[in-house]
């Protein structure tokens, strides 16, 4: 396949203030397992903000396959395909061996690969690359590869009933999703954000229930008891009262990293048999699983476009970080797709009182 010896990909020169610049970079030998892939567009997420300087930051990445390498038998070039979070695994555990890849020891996240996708090309292991169903277009599912898998892992493993009462804790990049998938799974949608403006939008998203729980925390509750919260704010916030939300065996799972300890009192957990749980990125079975669910029930995240240059790299990166974004930002490289979703060039709107809706996705 004809392919250009060098091709070009947008590095951070300055983390602190999101800053980039074009580089090239040339094409490497691919590995047994590898598969180029030519980046139509990438989603921007919270994680890319922790890149270091002089890397490429993107793993919400959608586009066409270029080349494979000699062992990839379930791949061929010009099948449009996506990646998400992790890069690769050991194969040999036995979590790998029992369809949970995501929670392998020596898995490999997409800060070990060679190039994000914030270029035009990435290389990734064949094994964490999906097909992309043809009715659902790039831009769209591009975030739903990390942000879309991490809200309907907990639905699909943890036994969460359609017939359950489920919290939704902020309304951001991981929250609207939330509230999306959790009321496609037929479950009632209880939307708990510090911020009123977004009543209408999480109504409007699915949301059963709104409730704001800024400076009055006591609105806590006038909310009827929950089977499951999924938390998807990455900062501190009183997690007692919030737990006492829970009906017995309730479960409550953290999706948003939260970079501080938390203080949690024991006797909630076992007066109530309360599960507090952790929820890493989806395994591949579940992001397949993830895409038939999306399809089916036509989901879709709110998504800004832009043109994917080095200026619109740092604006979605800022955007992002203030949580200005509504919900999700994807970079489109119109170098090679200039017929999808329209870009939007518009300037950063005001800064909004949104600190609660920070999320790791």
Same mark, same amino acid.
């Given at each position: 396949?004809?392919?250009?010896y ?7 020169t ?5 800053s980039?610049? *074009? ?7 691919? =590995?047994?397992?590898d598969?180029? #892939? ?9 994680? =890319?903000l922790?890149a270091?300087t002089?890397?490429v ?6 586009g066409?396959?270029?080349?494979? +390498?000699?062992?990839v038998?379930?791949?061929?070039p010009g099948?449009? /395909?996506?990646?998400?979070?992790q890069l !690769? !695994? @050991?194969h040999t555990?036995?979590f790998?061996e ?9 898995k490999?996240s ?5 190039l ?6 990435? #290389?990734?292991?064949?094994?964490? /690359?999906f097909v992309i169903?043809?009715?659902i277009p !790039?831009?769209?599912?591009?975030p739903?590869?990390t942000?879309?898998?991490? /809200?309907y892992a907990p639905?699909?493993e943890l036994?969460?009933m359609?017939?359950s009462?489920?919290?939704?804790i902020?309304?951001g990049?991981?929250g609207?999703l939330a509230?999306k998938?959790? *009321?496609?799974?037929? @479950?009632? /949608?209880?939307?708990?954000s510090?911020?009123?403006s ?5 109504i409007?998203?699915?949301? =059963?229930?709104? #409730?704001?729980?800024?400076n009055?925390?006591?609105t806590l509750? =006038?909310?009827?008891p929950?089977d499951?919260?999924l938390?998807?704010?990455s900062?501190p916030v009183?997690w007692?009262?919030l737990?006492?939300?829970?009906n017995p ?6 999706? +948003?990293?939260?970079?501080?300890p938390?203080?949690v009192?024991?006797?909630?957990l076992i007066? %109530? %048999?309360i599960?507090?749980?952790?929820s890493?990125?989806a395994?591949?079975?579940?992001? @397949?699983s993830?895409m ?7 989901i879709?995240p709110?998504i800004?476009?832009?043109e994917?240059?080095?200026e619109?790299?740092?604006i979605a990166c ?5 949580n200005?974004a509504?919900?999700r930002i994807v970079?489109?490289?119109? *170098?090679?797709?200039?017929t ?10 005001e800064e909004e009182?949104n ?7």
């Amino acid at each position: 396949m004809s392919m250009p010896y060098k091709f070009n990909a947008f590095m951070i020169t300055d983390n602190d203030e999101c800053s980039f610049t *074009k580089i090239e970079s040339e094409f490497p030998e691919l =590995d047994e397992y590898d598969c180029l #892939i030519r980046v139509e567009c990438c989603g921007v997420s919270h994680a =890319d903000l922790l890149a270091a300087t002089g890397t490429v930051p993107g793993h919400e990445v959608v586009g066409v396959i270029e080349d494979v +390498g000699l062992c990839v038998k379930n791949l061929e070039p010009g099948v449009r /395909v996506g990646v998400g979070w992790q890069l !690769s !695994s @050991c194969h040999t555990c036995k979590f790998c061996e029992s369809n949970r890849e995501n929670l392998c020891p020596d898995k490999k996240s997409f800060k070990d690969a060679l190039l994000g996708g914030f270029g035009d090309y990435i #290389i990734w292991d064949a094994r964490f /690359v999906f097909v992309i169903p043809e009715e659902i277009p !790039s831009s769209e599912v591009a975030p739903l590869l990390t942000a879309g898998a991490s /809200v309907y892992a907990p639905l699909k493993e943890l036994n969460i009933m359609p017939t359950s009462r489920v919290g939704i804790i902020g309304i951001g990049g991981l929250g609207h999703l939330a509230i999306k998938f959790v *009321k496609a799974w037929g @479950c009632q /949608v209880i939307a708990i954000s510090s911020s009123y403006s977004k009543k209408d939008e999480a109504i409007k998203f699915g949301a =059963d229930e709104f #409730i704001s729980i800024h400076n009055n925390p006591k609105t806590l509750g =006038d909310i009827k008891p929950l089977d499951a919260v999924l938390s998807t704010v990455s900062i501190p916030v009183d997690w007692n009262n919030l737990l006492q939300l829970l009906n017995p065996y309730g479960k409550f799972v953290m999706l +948003g990293a939260v970079p501080f300890p938390m203080s949690v009192d024991g006797s909630l957990l076992i007066n %109530k %048999k309360i599960s507090l749980i952790g929820s890493i990125a989806a395994s591949p079975e579940c992001i @397949c699983s993830m895409m038939e669910f999306v399809k089916e029930h036509n989901i879709k995240p709110e998504i800004e476009v832009m043109e994917m240059t080095a200026e619109n790299c740092q604006i979605a990166c800022q955007r992002v970080g203030r949580n200005l974004a509504r919900y999700r930002i994807v970079l489109k490289n119109l *170098k090679f797709d200039v017929t999808d979703e329209s870009v939007n060039h518009d300037e950063e709107e005001e800064e909004e009182s949104n600190h609660d809706e920070q999320s790791e996705n």
